[in-house]
C-alpha cells in the first residue's frame, strides 16, 4: 500500500518538477534553441540552420594585398569554435540539473514504496541513482547534440575557394554579405572585395581569405 509520508511527498515533488522542467527545457530548447558557433549565430531549430550576421554597412574596411590564410589562424578560429561548443556543453545545463531532480524523485519513491525502505536509506540510494541518470543525459548531450552540430560547421578548408553569391551590394572599400552553401547548408557571412572594388548584387563570386569575421571574395 502507497504510504505518503513527507519524505515520498518530497520525492513525488522533484519527480513531477523536475520531468515537467525537463520536458519543457527540451521542447523550448528545440524550437527556439541558439548555439553561437565560431562567431555565427546558429539557428537549430529546423531541418538545417541559417547563419547570420548583423553588420554595419557604413564601416570602413581597408584592404591590401592578398594574403593566404596560416595555420596558425586557422588553429586560433578552430580553438575559438572548440571553447565555445565546450561553453555550451556545461554540466550544470539547466536539462542535466532538471534530468538530476527529476531521477532522485523516481528513484526516491522506488525506494519507499516498492523497496519499502526507510527515509534515510533511502536518500542514500536516490542521490547517486540522480547523478547517475545525470551522468547519462548529460554524456548523450555532448555525443549526440554537441558532436553533430560540430560536424556540421564549415572548415576553413571547405570555406577558402568556396563559390557564393552576393546578396548585399559590396561597395568600394566597404562591406557587403554573401550567401554559400556547404554541405547542404547556407551560411551568410559579411564579405569585401579583395581588390577594394565594388560588386553587384547577384555577382557569383568566390573567397580567397578571411580576415577576421570578413570574407574576402573575388568576383569569378
Given at each position: 500500500?502507497?504510504?505518503?509520508?513527507?519524505?515520498?511527498?518530497?520525492y513525488l515533488g522533484c519527480l513531477?518538477?523536475?520531468?515537467?522542467?525537463?520536458?519543457?527545457?527540451?521542447?523550448?530548447?528545440?524550437?527556439?534553441?541558439?548555439?553561437?558557433?565560431?562567431?555565427?549565430?546558429?539557428?537549430?531549430?529546423?531541418?538545417?540552420?541559417?547563419?547570420?550576421?548583423?553588420?554595419?554597412?557604413d564601416h570602413e574596411v581597408g584592404?591590401?594585398?592578398?594574403?593566404?590564410?596560416?595555420?596558425?589562424?586557422?588553429?586560433?578560429?578552430?580553438?575559438?569554435?572548440?571553447?565555445?561548443?565546450?561553453?555550451?556543453?556545461?554540466?550544470?545545463?539547466?536539462?542535466?540539473?532538471?534530468?538530476?531532480?527529476?531521477?532522485?524523485?523516481?528513484?526516491?519513491?522506488?525506494?519507499?514504496?516498492?523497496?519499502?525502505?526507510?527515509?534515510?536509506?533511502?536518500?542514500?540510494?536516490?542521490?547517486?541513482?540522480?547523478?547517475?541518470?545525470?551522468?547519462?543525459?548529460?554524456?548523450?548531450?555532448?555525443?549526440?547534440?554537441?558532436?553533430?552540430?560540430?560536424?556540421?560547421?564549415?572548415?576553413?578548408?571547405?570555406?577558402?575557394?568556396?563559390?557564393?553569391?552576393?546578396?548585399?551590394?559590396?561597395?568600394?572599400?566597404?562591406?557587403?554579405?554573401?550567401?554559400?552553401?556547404?554541405?547542404?547548408?547556407?551560411?551568410?557571412?559579411?564579405?569585401?572585395?579583395?581588390?577594394?572594388?565594388?560588386?553587384?548584387?547577384?555577382?557569383?563570386?568566390?573567397?580567397?581569405?578571411?580576415?577576421?569575421?570578413?570574407?574576402?571574395?573575388?568576383?569569378?
Amino acid at each position: 500500500m502507497v504510504q505518503w509520508t513527507p519524505i515520498a511527498l518530497l520525492y513525488l515533488g522533484c519527480l513531477v518538477f523536475g520531468f515537467v522542467l525537463a520536458l519543457l527545457t527540451a521542447i523550448l530548447g528545440e524550437l527556439f534553441g541558439h548555439a553561437e558557433i565560431g562567431g555565427h549565430d546558429a539557428d537549430l531549430g529546423g531541418d538545417g540552420f541559417s547563419v547570420g550576421h548583423d553588420i554595419s554597412v557604413d564601416h570602413e574596411v581597408g584592404f591590401g594585398h592578398d594574403t593566404d590564410i596560416g595555420v596558425g589562424h586557422e588553429a586560433d578560429i578552430a580553438g575559438h569554435m572548440h571553447s565555445s561548443a565546450a561553453a555550451e556543453a556545461s554540466v550544470f545545463n539547466m536539462l542535466t540539473i532538471m534530468t538530476f531532480i527529476a531521477s532522485f524523485g523516481a528513484s526516491g519513491l522506488f525506494a519507499v514504496w516498492v523497496l519499502r525502505w526507510p527515509s534515510v536509506l533511502s536518500l542514500a540510494f536516490a542521490t547517486p541513482m540522480g547523478v547517475f541518470f545525470a551522468a547519462v543525459q548529460f554524456w548523450l548531450y555532448v555525443n549526440i547534440f554537441i558532436k553533430a552540430q560540430a560536424s556540421s560547421e564549415a572548415t576553413m578548408s571547405e570555406i577558402l575557394g568556396c563559390e557564393a553569391e552576393v546578396i548585399t551590394a559590396i561597395p568600394e572599400e566597404h562591406v557587403g554579405e554573401i550567401a554559400y552553401v556547404i554541405k547542404g547548408t547556407r551560411y551568410n557571412a559579411p564579405a569585401a572585395s579583395a581588390d577594394g572594388e565594388a560588386i553587384s548584387r547577384g555577382t557569383k563570386v568566390y573567397v580567397v581569405n578571411i580576415k577576421a569575421n570578413t570574407f574576402v571574395v573575388r568576383p569569378m
